[in-house]
Structures are given as C-alpha cells and as structure tokens.
C-alpha cells in the first residue's frame, strides 16, 4: 500500500499556468506525495506554501472567450482552460487539494465540495440525472447517509441489503451501489474487490472516510467513487468542513456540473486547510492506529466492557459495547472530549445511538449491530497513557 505509479503529470496539475510541468513522476511512497502532491509548481514560483486565492471573480477582457470557456464546461465538464471564470466553476486553490487527493486516492480526479453530505448528493443528482435513481446499500452508513438515502430527499430509492445480496438487487434503474468500510459506527468491514465484482457495470461507491488512503485505496480493489468526508482525518484538526469524491475524469466532469449548478462549493481557506492537513496525514493516521490499537487490546480485557469492536485493517476508531450504562461513560471522561465528528488530533467520543445515528430507525440501527450500549471513540494523539486514565477513570462506574 505504500507507493504508487503515476504515468504522467499533466498540464491540468500545473495549476498556476507556469507551464513548468514534469513529464512524469517516479513512484513515490505515499507520505512523500502526502507533503508534494498539489505543490510541485511552487518552488518555480519562488513560493514554499500554496497561496490562498480568496477571489470570487475574475477580471477578463475577452468576453467572447470567455463565453466559450462556460459554453464548453456546460457542454462537458471539464476544467475550463486559462484563468478562473468564477468561484462557482473552481478555484485554484481547492484544484490543488483535488489534485492532492486525487493522488493519495490513486483516481484521475477529485471533486471537492462543502459537506461529506454534499459531496454525497452530487453522486446522487448526477445518477438521477441519467435516469439510474435506484440504489442498492449496505448498512451501517454514517447516519445522515442512511437517511438521505431512505428518506428519498433526492429522488432516489434505496434497497438495503447484506453484502451477499448485492448482484441479486442491481436493477436495470440502479445507478449505484454504496457502502462504508470500515462502516460507521460498527467499523464492520467489507471485501471491497468482491462487492466490486458483485456490482457489475453499476459504480460502486466505497465511503473511506474511517480508513483514509493511508490504511486503503478502494479504487485498487474496484470502487469507482471514493468519497470522504474531508472534515475528518483529511483536515485533521477538527476547524474545516468539506466533502471530496475520488473518481474517473468521466465522473468528475458531470459533479463539477452538479457544483456549479447547486452551489456545493468548498470555500478556499477551507481548501487550503485541507492541503496542509494532507501533508500530515500518514503519520496522523498511523500515531492516533498506534493508539487506538492499545486502547483496543486494553478495553478487550476489561471486565467492564462487554465487546470491542476494531477493524483488522487497523485505524483510529474504536467501537465498545459496556455492560452498564454508555450515558455514565460520556459524563464521566475528563481528558476525552464529548463530542460528534472524528479524525481531529485529540480524542472524541460519542454515544451513536443518540446522536451521529439518531436519525435512523431503532430497529434499522439495531439490525445494523448499532447497539444502545456502544460507544465510539476516535482516538487521538495524545499519550496513550493518559488516555487510559481517562477512560479506566470513566468506566469506573460501569457495571
């Protein structure tokens, strides 16, 4: 999982139009694309860290030209050429964390937008779009997937079914296949290449926000739509939000229309962020494994903890089941924030059941293994030690 080839580099990856491109890039682990990928024109630039380009507009004199640059983008798709038209149709800032991430992710292209949820709903628009508003899924997903997929908010209609089912629910109307591996909030994982294979020509969209490309590249095993949710591990450090769909140039050009027609767009500060977080991100990722994995074997022989719940592929999220009540657990921790979301450099836990999931049927989350009685955790950087202390002092009064 460490290196990857890239055949070329491109002058759509040359972002500020210098023109000084390489003609290919070497293999490369990847935390060295984690520091490089997006970057590589800056030092001919006379830069070392990426600007931040904060405009919404884009002074042109040429207005002929420029109307046949938004022409072609509402024709195909794609980038426009030259200079940005407007903050709707892309910013050279957010082009860079695609680009970045677009590498990790080892895909053509990246799409980035405001929300995880918002990325989510321009693979939904784009399928409906087509006709293909059917949608085959496997439970967990994170709980506001699971409804907008069940609520039918987009149109869309959802059959849920265990992974074996996959191939006997695709219909001629099915435009996706989705799922989430390691899952949110069970960390149940999925042979992604066999559910790859079960789909058939329908795309598979494998959410990797819990594993990161650190830990998994779905597009290796099949998955055509990579979608995180970029406010978690890939900012970091819990102060940007944003979505990004990994996929083909294909794909990328039909959601690039969805983002300027819906207005989903990632702001650039927002953009920005997420680039330095990526530079980050191996050793985040594998310091806050290292972590989490301790804590894992510590809970496992605790009396007061009933189950663990920790993927093989490893990771940083932790989901146990206590044998008293999970609602003590939150009160009690002092080290350890309270608190949704996940993937920031300290460590944050929360009770599923009341509130990521609270949104889907009881008896769906209990189906799903979503018990009243687990709690997840997502493990930090902080010493492993004191982390204990924390939680052995919570769980105190378990049981």
Request: proline share 6%; charged share 20%.
């Amino acid at each position: 999982m460490e290196s990857v080839v890239y055949d070329s580099y491109d002058a759509q990856d040359d972002l500020n139009g210098t023109g000084q491109v390489r003609a290919a890039l070497a293999a490369r682990a990847l935390a060295t694309e984690a520091v490089h990928a997006g970057r590589e024109d800056l030092a001919a630039q006379g830069l070392h860290a990426a600007p931040i380009d904060l405009s919404t507009t884009y002074p042109s004199y040429d207005s002929r030209g420029e109307a046949a640059r938004i022409d072609a983008f509402a024709s195909d798709g794609a980038e426009p050429e030259g200079p940005p038209v407007y903050a709707r149709l892309g910013n050279p800032t957010v082009a860079r964390f695609e680009t970045a991430l677009a590498r990790l992710e080892g895909t053509e292209s990246a799409v980035a937008f405001a929300s995880g949820m918002a990325a989510l709903s321009a693979v939904l628009l784009v399928r409906n779009a087509m006709g293909l508003r059917h949608v085959v899924a496997v439970r967990p997903l994170y709980g506001c997937s699971d409804h907008l997929l069940t609520a039918g908010l987009l149109g869309s209609e959802v059959t849920w079914v265990d992974p074996a089912g996959i191939a006997d629910a695709i219909r001629p109307d099915t435009g996706l296949v989705m799922v989430e591996s390691p899952a949110n909030p069970t960390l149940a994982e999925l042979d992604l290449r066999a559910v790859a294979h079960a789909c058939g020509s329908v795309p598979l969209l494998a959410d990797n926000t819990f594993a990161t490309p650190v830990l998994q590249r779905p597009a290796e095993h099949g998955a055509r739509l990579i979608l995180h949710s970029a406010t978690k591990y890939l900012g970091g450090h819990g102060d940007v939000m944003a979505g990004v769909v990994a996929c083909d140039e294909e794909f990328a050009r039909r959601l690039r229309q969805v983002r300027f027609a819906t207005g989903g767009v990632l702001h650039p500060l927002a953009g920005y962020l997420l680039l330095r977080g990526l530079s980050t991100l191996p050793i985040r990722v594998r310091a806050a494994s290292s972590n989490a994995a301790e804590l894992a074997r510590r809970l496992t022989a605790d009396p007061r903890v009933a189950r663990v719940h920790y993927p093989r592929i490893g990771g940083a999220m932790i989901a146990f089941e206590v044998h008293g009540d999970p609602h003590d657990v939150i009160t009690r921790v002092r080290l350890i924030t309270p608190a949704v979301s996940l993937g920031s450099v300290d460590t944050l836990i929360q009770h599923p059941a009341s509130i990521s999931h609270r949104i889907v049927p009881a008896q769906d989350r209990h189906d799903a293994g979503v018990s009243d009685r687990l709690l997840r955790l997502s493990v930090g950087l902080e010493d492993v030690e004191d982390l204990w202390g924390d939680l052995d002092g919570a769980l105190g009064g378990v049981g």
